[in-house]
Every structure is written in C-alpha cells, then in structure tokens.
C-alpha cells in the first residue's frame, strides 16, 4: 500500500501531519494513537477497503478521549428511552452521528456488524447523519456500541432532545408521493382513453360507439381514485375553512374552497355526461388539475434535510447525569433533576441545571452559551449557572432549580416557544382567493340566472364550466414553483431557509436586530494586540515561552500569536488561579495577568477587552489585548442596510466596543449587558410598535430573540455544525450577501404577483368561454394544463432570469463541490 | 377489431403492477433517503476469499 516518505508525513488514518515517526503499524504511519487503534481495528476484521474508497478518510482522534463518557448507558430505564423498539433480543436505535462526512463513513458504519459480534444490522442515512442499528442485547449492550463507535472516530451525539423520535414528518411525505403516484398514473391512462374521443369517433358507427363507451367507464374507473383518495386533502382544508368561517374564527375564505369546488364540479358534470348523456366528460381535465396541484405541493414542503432548524437547549444538553442520592453514585435522566440533588461534573461536561458549587475548583466556559471565549473561575458556594462546561477537575454541586426552570432554559418556558410561528405559506394566495373565492361564485350565479331565463337547458352545462375554469390552479402553483426555485438558488449561494413561508416573511420586514459577538464579530478568533512599548525578539520569545506553559485559553492565544522559534530554560513556573501567571525564563522574572497581580498605575485607563498586562523584571512593559475580530465588509453591510431597514443592535458583552459600533447605528439603537430575556423583550416591544423584525444572532442566547422575532437567521461558520432553532441559516462567508438576499425575496414576491396576473387573464378567457356555455371536454382539456404549465414556466423562468441579473448565479469553482450535498 | 379493448386492458393491468411496485417501495420507505443509495451502490461486493473461490472450482 502507500506509504509516503516525504516530510510532513500524513496520517494514514485521517490525513493530519505527524509530529513524528515514532506511532508505526507495520509501514503505516499515524498522527496519534487513536488513529492507530482504529486502523488495528479495521484491519483485524479485513475492513481496510475503508482507506481504498477514500484516502486518508478517517476522523482525527487527538482530542478523544471517552473513557467513562457512556456510562450511564448502563442503567436499562435510561437506555429504554433512547431505543426505538425492544424485544427480548433484538432492539432498534437510531443515533445521531455528526462526524459522517464521506463514502467511506457510509460502507464502514453500513459493515458495522463486522467488528461488533451481535449487531445484525446498521443502515446510515448519509444526509441526516443518522445509523439506524438493530442488535441482539443479549450479546451486545448499547454502551459498548456507543464506546466502539466513539473508538472509531464516529461518536454520536445522546442528548436530552434525543428522546424525542419524529417519525411524522416521514410520513406526511410518503403519504404525499403516494399520492402523487396514484393520481400520475391515473393520468396518464385516462389521457391516453381519452385520444379516441378528441379524434372525433363516429357514433352512428357500431365498431366506434362500441370503443367510445368502453373508454367512458373505463376513464370513469379511473377517476376514481383521483376524485376520492388523491384530492380529498382539498375537500378536507376547504371543509375547515367553511367551517371556521362561519365559527367567525377566520374571516378568510381559504383557495382551497374554488378548488374543491372546481374538482367536484369536473367530477360531478363528467359523472353526469358519462351516465345521462354517452358523452365524454372532463376526467382527463380532472385528473391533470389534481396531479398539478399535488407536485405543486411537494415542491412546497420541499427543504434541506442535512440541516436541522429545530434545535434548542435540549439537542446540547446531556440525557443523564451522574448524582449521589442516598450515599450511591448513580445516573438519573436531568429532566428528573430535582432541588437539592448532589450532582457530579467532570472534565469537558456541561452543567444541566443551576447549581451551587459545593467542592471542587470550577473553571467554566460558557462560550456556548453566550460566545464568550474566556472561561470564569468559580469557587464553592457560587452560584453556577445552567449551560456552562467545566474544564478541569471534578464538581461536586447541589442542584437548585430543575433543568426547565434554569436561568438559561427557562427561556424555553416563555410564550413566544409555545405557539407556532404564523407563516404566511398561502397568505398572498388567501387574500387573492377573498376576492377570487366571491366573484367565481357571484359569476357562476349570474351565469346561471341569465340562463335559467334564457335557455334553461344551457344553465347547469354553463354553470359547472364557470366553476371548472375559474378553479385557480395556475394560482395556487406559481408561489410553490417561485419559493421554490429561490429557496434553491438561496441554498447555491448558502443561504439556507427552513420552508417558502420565511422568503415571505423576509419580505415583510422593516427592522434588523443584530447580535454582536459571534454575528458581527467572528467566532472565536479574537486578535492579539499589544498596547506600550514595541517588545524586542528576545522579549517576545520569552512571553511566548512563559505563556505556552499555560492552558489558559488568553495565554495559548499570547504563545500562537507571537510564536516560538528556541527552546529556553524554565527555572520556575506558577499559575495563580484567576489572576496570572509568572516564570523566570533565562534568569528574566516575567509576569503577566491581572491589574492586581501586576501593578499597574492608576492613571492607566482601564481596559475592556479580555486583556493581561505584562512585567518583565519588575518593569511594567505593556498589556496584551484580545480584541474581537470584525466580520470583513460589516460596515458597508450595516451602511446598506440601513437605507431600507432600521437597525438595532443588541449585545450581551460589555460596552467595549462602544465607540466603534456607535457610529454605524442611530442614537439608542445599541445596547450592551442585554441578557437572553431582555433581547426577547426587545423584539416584543418593537413589534407591538407593529414593526417587523429580523433577528441575526447565533448563540443559544439569541434562541429566544430568533424565536419571537418574524424571521430568525442563525449566523453560522459551519452550518452543518452548530445553529440554535432559527427560520433561516445564514453562512458566515456571505454575511456581506444580506442585503441581496433581502432584496431578492422581495423581487421573488413580485415575481408571484406577476403570475397571479397571468393566470388570471387565463381565468377570464376561460370564464369568457364557460359563461357562454361553449366549453367543450376538448377544449378544458387542452386549456387547463397549458394555462397551469405556463403559468409555472414563466414563474420559475422569471425567478432565475433575475436572480442571474443579480449575479447569485457567480458562484466561485471551489464551492461547486458543496452543491453535490 | 375487439383485439384493442383487449390490449388497453392489458396495458393498463401491467401499468397497475408497476404501480402496485410503487406503493410497496413507497410503504416501505424507499423514498425516505434518496441519497445515500447513491454512494452505497458503489461499494463492491464482498471479496470473496480467494481459498473458497479454488475449491469451487474444479
């Protein structure tokens, strides 16, 4: 096999560079033991066609380590919760595994059932990320599949929001193709039967009128699943409607009520034709309408399915935790969490609830929480709040509130998680159909009065026509097709909506709440600058020696910032624990922490940023500032914007960044120490000055802004990664793309409105001819498919022909590859 | 002539078996994941082990 010798070696496994060539199997090399382990593994159990399919293909195991991680797998109650089905010997799972990313992680986790004796089955969906196992638990636990699985590099994800098990969506959309499928095939055999008939059969000939009433009942056959199964979706939303109309719930008679009415009248009068009359009817009309406007549906509830819009606390809190009752170590679910139980935290877990410390030293990041990347000390007997990580050692803490009533998760309690968010989906069809439901009916009156004292045999054929035509299918399929095709080109150009609805929401929109750290600012990459006198080389390197002793994420960022090139000799070296840390490096005493550790003069002014003054020798040198890094552009973003938008900005920070911000935004519209409640209460208020909001934030404090306000974007560097419940996923990398995304939604709105025109014209051709009683089967045949296929050609075209001319078709080479997922 | 009665009725009844496939394949979820079949059928199929393939053989 491969073997490279030229430096840097690459891991065989995962494709890192070796520090070394010391972690060999047989001519491999690996970057770590894990890598090799993993190898072993696979070449035990002759799985290597692993590396064969992709090379290199492995995750990289260097920060793993899960010893201990799964234990509470072994409590059955809990593994109960978490398993889809169970028998005495066979039990079903789905788990979530983040770290899938090629074809390779499909063939390896599809041949699971190779390395582990007693799984029977694994089958991966490689777009949701999720490996559907079946195993015999008398041979095998889940734990163990979870510690092996982790071994290999492919960890799942258990969390709180793992219990919860959507099977529904899946089955609202075979319910959907089904039918589609059913009504397709109807259709086209009855266009086929209806040939005959439009070729003008000789009736007075026996062979001919044989074949004309053989193909009457056999399209009458036909069209019954089409009228009974595939359109009783519509007979049942316009039943609502009625109803609720007259419950004076809703003053909106909704489209669905001409359509029904449309389809009951084609089926009716075609009944009426085949029985009474020996004529040929209208199912071939029917049955187009119907399979047109069921893929217009299915086009409408299309979305991404790699991209997970629902996501709240639950989906990064943990299912169990460990807790001393009664003297005994043991797991409980959190969501069991009691005030008062005993609960232990180690290293690189997360704290469920609010608690107070009672031993240990906590060092907790909250980075998740609010973006800050600076972890805060706490010391037993402070209150530590619910959503933060350890990092360290072990945490023994009393619990004071249940997990739902925490400071951070109570959010989740507040009205705006409780209703569904409005999404105006057939609003704009609505408000047409209030007008449109009326008139079709005044019209067909009309028609019918006029005829029933004119020529009474003429009004029910003129009647059904006008309800026949007027059924406004090209109407109800040009937004589908329109928010369809934007949500596409969106998606190209990464920015990703969760369903049509939020384009017309966007649309609505007249102010802009940004967020800071993490939206306006990048995400965890924070500049070093240093403030005083210019440090020489040799004083560099020695900072950046002292600092590189320390796990303190500032001092780590010092050590990358000013880079080490010689080794040097370390005398002593001392951490103080929130403060500082000093050394004597080459007989230098550098110290470098806090105004207190270090002494600083008064008249220095006081820093606001993440920041540590530095001593060398006793002599105050300077003071080393983190500041954050602004996204590239967001001053002419924000300049854009707000000639259309108001904007806002709301910041959980400190006023830091005060004067830099301020110029950007109107008097007012910035405020800092915003909690997660006080941002929702912002966006509350502003909409009951009736204005519309677009919330862009993306932490799990923002998840209540994004929530209550109309449209939610998540920012995010990596959308497959993180994103708290939103409407919308924006790509960090075209933050800068804001204001056309915007602007497009509102062309895509006028695009939709320049088709209802369209087929409304077609409507009032069509009404032209029905009023007039001079619709024939062969003319509603040719007619209502055209108007509908060009009703759906001009939307779709129109939306591409300008989302060219807005240049979101340049789209640069290396991003071609991400299209393919 | 009564010969095309005949063979539309055929045509529609093996139309209906493939419908009648669709249904099956649509129930039991084959439409669920329209991705992953597209990397899976890539894989080759298990490598025989190159002692059974000698013994059957003659």
Request: aromatic share 12%; charged share 20%; with cysteine.
């Amino acid at each position: 096999m491969i073997s490279s010798t030229e430096t840097p070696v690459k891991c065989y496994h995962c494709g890192d560079d070796c520090p070394d060539e010391s972690i060999l199997s047989e001519d491999k090399h690996f970057c770590c033991q894990g890598c090799r382990t993993v190898y072993e593994i696979l070449e035990e159990n002759n799985l290597c066609t692993y590396y064969d399919l992709n090379q290199n293909a492995g995750v990289s195991l260097k920060s793993g380590d899960h010893k201990g991680k799964f234990d509470y797998l072994d409590q059955a109650e809990i593994v109960t919760q978490l398993l889809d089905y169970q028998s005495d010997t066979v039990s079903k799972i789905t788990l979530y595994i983040p770290a899938v990313h090629c074809s390779s992680c499909v063939w390896l986790l599809e041949n699971f059932h190779k390395i582990k004796k007693g799984v029977v089955s694994s089958r991966l969906n490689f777009l949701k990320k999720e490996l559907s196992l079946s195993f015999d638990n008398r041979q095998v636990s889940l734990k163990e599949i979870a510690g092996l699985l982790t071994t290999l590099g492919y960890e799942p994800q258990i969390s709180l929001q793992s219990r919860e098990k959507s099977t529904v969506k899946n089955n609202v959309q075979r319910n959907l193709i089904l039918r589609i499928g059913v009504v397709g095939f109807c259709t086209g055999n009855i266009m086929l039967m209806s040939f005959p008939e439009y070729f003008h059969l000789d009736l007075q000939n026996k062979v001919d009128s044989t074949y004309q009433g053989f193909f009457l009942y056999f399209n009458f056959i036909l069209a019954l699943p089409v009228f009974f199964y595939g359109a009783s979706d519509y007979f049942k939303s316009a039943w609502i409607s009625i109803r609720e109309y007259f419950k004076n719930t809703d003053s909106v008679f909704s489209v669905d009520i001409p359509i029904a009415l449309g389809i009951t009248a084609l089926f009716g009068r075609s009944v009426y034709e085949t029985f009474a009359n020996h004529s040929a009817g209208y199912y071939d009309s029917l049955a187009g309408l119907v399979f047109f406007l069921l893929t217009g549906r299915w086009i409408q509830q299309v979305t991404y399915n790699y991209l997970s819009f629902e996501r709240n606390y639950k989906s990064y809190f943990p299912l169990a935790v460990k807790t001393l009752r009664d003297q005994k170590e043991q797991f409980i679910n959190v969501s069991q969490l009691e005030k008062g139980d005993i609960i232990l935290i180690h290293h690189q877990e997360l704290i469920p609830a609010d608690a107070i410390l009672s031993s240990g030293k906590g060092l907790i990041d909250y980075s998740f929480v609010s973006g800050e990347t600076d972890p805060q000390s706490r010391r037993p007997g402070d209150l530590i709040y619910a959503g933060g990580r350890q990092k360290g050692g072990q945490l023994q803490l009393v619990v004071q509130k249940p997990v739902s009533q925490s400071y951070l998760t109570q959010l989740w309690n507040n009205q705006a998680f409780k209703e569904e968010k409005v999404m105006p989906t057939t609003e704009l069809a609505n408000a047409f159909s209030k007008y449109f439901t009326v008139i079709t009916l005044l019209i067909a009156t009309i028609t019918g009065i006029y005829w029933y004292i004119n020529n009474p045999e003429v009004m029910l054929n003129s009647v059904t026509a006008v309800l026949m035509v007027a059924c406004p299918c090209a109407l109800t399929l040009s937004m589908p097709f329109t928010m369809g095709t934007t949500m596409g080109i969106f998606g190209r150009n990464k920015f990703y909506v969760k369903n049509q609805g939020v384009i017309q929401l966007l649309n609505e929109i007249d102010g802009i709440v940004f967020d800071k750290t993490g939206t306006l600012t990048r995400n965890n990459s924070e500049k070093i600058i240093f403030k005083g006198k210019p440090l020489t080389e040799n004083e560099k390197n020695l900072v950046a020696h002292l600092c590189s002793a320390s796990a303190h994420p500032l001092s780590q960022m010092i050590a990358r910032d000013l880079g080490q090139q010689e080794k040097l000799t370390t005398d002593y070296f001392k951490e103080t624990e929130g403060q500082g840390i000093e050394g004597r490096i080459d007989g230098h005493l550098i110290r470098l922490g806090k105004r207190g550790f270090i002494e600083v003069p008064d008249l220095d002014p006081l820093v606001r940023h993440t920041h540590s003054y530095l001593s060398i020798d006793g002599m105050l040198c300077g003071c080393f500032v983190a500041e954050p890094v602004f996204r590239p552009h967001w001053q002419k973003v924000i300049k854009k914007l707000s000639r259309s938008f108001k904007l806002f900005l709301l910041s959980g920070d400190n006023d830091a960044e005060k004067d830099k911000l301020q110029p950007c935004f109107d008097q007012h519209a910035v405020r800092f120490h915003q909690t997660p409640q006080d941002k929702l209460d912002f966006i509350r208020q502003k909409q009951e000055e009736n204005m519309h909001i677009l919330m862009i934030g993306d932490g799990l404090n923002d998840a209540g802004a994004l929530r209550q306000s109309h449209v939610g974007i998540a920012i995010s560097e990596d959308v497959k990664v993180f994103t708290p419940a939103c409407d919308a996923i924006l790509d960090a990398s075209v933050f800068d793309r804001l204001n056309d995304f915007l602007g497009f939604s509102k062309t895509a709105i006028n695009i939709v409105k320049a088709s209802f025109i369209l087929s409304l014209v077609y409507n009032f051709i069509g009404i032209g001819w029905a009023v007039s009683g001079q619709l024939s089967p062969v003319m509603a045949a040719i007619f209502m498919p055209l108007s509908s296929i060009s009703v759906v050609l001009f939307a779709t075209g129109l939306t591409h022909l300008f989302a060219w001319l807005k240049g979101f078709y340049r789209i640069p080479a290396s991003d071609a590859n991400l299209r393919s997922l | 002539m009564k010969v095309i009665i005949f063979l539309a009725i055929t045509a529609v009844l093996t139309a209906a078996g493939f419908l009648v496939a669709f249904i099956w394949a649509t129930r039991n979820g084959q439409f669920d994941d329209t991705y992953t079949p597209s990397i899976r059928m890539l894989f080759d199929s298990e490598k025989e082990d190159p002692n059974q393939e000698k013994e059957v053989r003659p």
